[in-house]
């Protein structure tokens, strides 16, 4: 993605998602209307965003080719293997999605806003991050999370992301 970004010069960029689960998969919305992604982006997200003929203004990358995706019209999709309590908010009446980010084994997070109140569900995120998420006066409006590639000895990553030890994450709050 660094390389695409040069190219570009960092001009006219309006939105920049990457994925913490696959190396160098991006997307980039330009505010001329255009967009570019990645050579590996999941073949059903390029159809929707192909058919749908509108900019995203959020996507989030899970693992495998899970992903969800938030346009400019407000409407919203997603595939893949995402926690159903992830799920129901994306559905909900009179929820108004934020932030998504979507983790290995099922781990989440969903910024929203219902009935102008900001609330926020999560599920398996890393101890580093739930110290943000629970500091009093706070309120979260974004999470990022990039699990260190390194297996443990089980051959399966971290067993337990909230137990990573090697994480690089971003929390924006207000």
């Given at each position: 993605m660094s390389d695409e970004l040069?190219?570009?010069?960092?001009?006219?960029?309006?939105?920049?998602?990457?994925?913490?689960?696959?190396?160098?998969?991006?997307?980039?919305s330009k505010t001329n209307g255009k967009s570019m992604w990645s050579s590996d982006f999941p073949p059903v997200l390029r159809e929707t965003l192909m058919d749908k003929g509108s900019l995203a203004t959020q996507i989030a990358f899970g693992p495998d080719d899970s992903?969800?995706?938030?346009?400019?019209?407000?409407?919203m999709e997603w595939c893949g293997d995402i926690d159903p309590k992830a799920k129901s908010l994306f559905n909900a009446r009179g929820v108004t999605v934020l932030n998504v980010w979507l983790g290995r084994q099922g781990a989440y997070f969903v910024a929203y806003l219902q009935q102008g109140v900001h609330k926020m569900s999560y599920k398996r995120v890393p101890k580093q991050v739930m110290k943000e998420l629970s500091a009093k006066g706070r309120r979260v409006t974004q999470v990022l999370v990039d699990y260190d590639s390194k297996e443990s000895s089980n051959g399966y990553g971290y067993g337990y992301e909230e137990d990573a030890e090697a994480l690089t994450y971003f929390v924006r709050y207000t």
């Open positions: 040069d190219k570009q010069k960092l001009q006219n960029i309006k939105y920049v998602a990457i994925s913490g689960h696959h190396f160098d998969r991006y997307y980039i992903y969800f995706v938030q346009f400019q019209d407000g409407s």
